[in-house]
């Protein structure tokens, strides 16, 4: 960190996978990190490898759809961490399907994870950041916001966060704070294995296959996207806002 102020990050859905390395690299950064998820007991291992490192993480449950828990939520981490300057939407779930077979459960689900909790979640910090003057929010969007086959609902989401990071960035840039959006493209997560599921393949499999698809010749850690994220939400970032950067081992068109 270039600041000797030690700021305070919320990484919503932290309890593994990408949420859970983001965490883990901002701490390495130096931040305090509440890490937040639909089960505050799954979020332990990652606050003990954080704290372990001699970081300072909290363990925070919240269903980011729901308005009254995302307040009590920032406010829990705002008393015991410090007011939270650095929001990372990453929070998310899958409802894969056709159009024909997909339920209205299946798309309103989505929408209130990703795009309905996002919208809650940079609500509820803002304040925050417009009070320090200085605010960081990503969201993760994804490559299948350029539209993917049996993802309708996830991919109208991930498309609809770019357009959020976009308004974002002109709403709250006069008051230092940044707002900008990752879009993985094939990364290996529980969420990519229960897609590989879903379509009848073995993991494996479904990961070289995917890796021959790629032009770097392999498949994405959650590491990788980590790195990014951690750009962005750092001090040297400040001039980057309203950029959705695809991390996707090589263009996509």
């Known amino acids: 960190m270039s600041t000797t102020e030690q700021r305070t990050a919320v990484v919503t ?8 390395a983001t965490a883990v690299r901002l701490a390495a950064e130096g931040r305090a990190v509440a890490v937040l998820d639909l089960d505050e007991q799954s979020c332990q291992e990652t606050v003990g490898r954080i704290t372990e490192a001699g970081g300072r993480a909290l363990a925070v449950g919240c269903d980011v759809s729901d308005s009254a828990q995302v307040e009590a939520a920032v406010a829990k981490v705002a008393a015991e961490l410090g007011p939270p300057v650095i929001l990372v939407n990453n929070a998310g779930v899958l409802r894969d399907n056709l159009l024909f077979k997909m339920s209205e459960s299946d798309w309103d689900t989505v929408m209130n994870v990703h795009l309905k909790g996002a919208f809650l979640m940079a609500k509820a910090c803002q304040g925050h950041m417009v009070d320090a003057g200085f605010g960081r929010i990503v969201s993760l969007s994804s490559s299948s916001a350029l539209g ?24 709250l840039g006069k008051f230092g704070v940044t707002a900008n959006a990752v879009a993985p493209g094939f990364v290996v997560t529980e969420m990519t294995a229960r897609t590989a599921a879903r379509v009848g393949m073995d993991f494996e499999e479904f990961q070289t296959a995917a890796a021959a698809q790629i032009p770097v010749q392999r498949v994405g850690r959650p590491e990788d996207i980590a790195n990014a994220i951690a750009f962005f939400a750092g001090d040297d970032a400040g001039f980057v806002s309203g950029q959705v950067l695809y991390v996707a081992g090589g263009p996509l068109n």
């Not at 859905?13 to 859970?20: D, L, N, P």
């Open 13 to 20: 859905g932290a309890a593994r996978g990408i949420g859970a």
């Open 148 to 171: 993917n086959r049996g993802q309708a609902n996830y991919a109208a989401v991930k498309a609809g966060l770019q357009g959020f990071t976009k308004t974002l960035a002109k709403e």
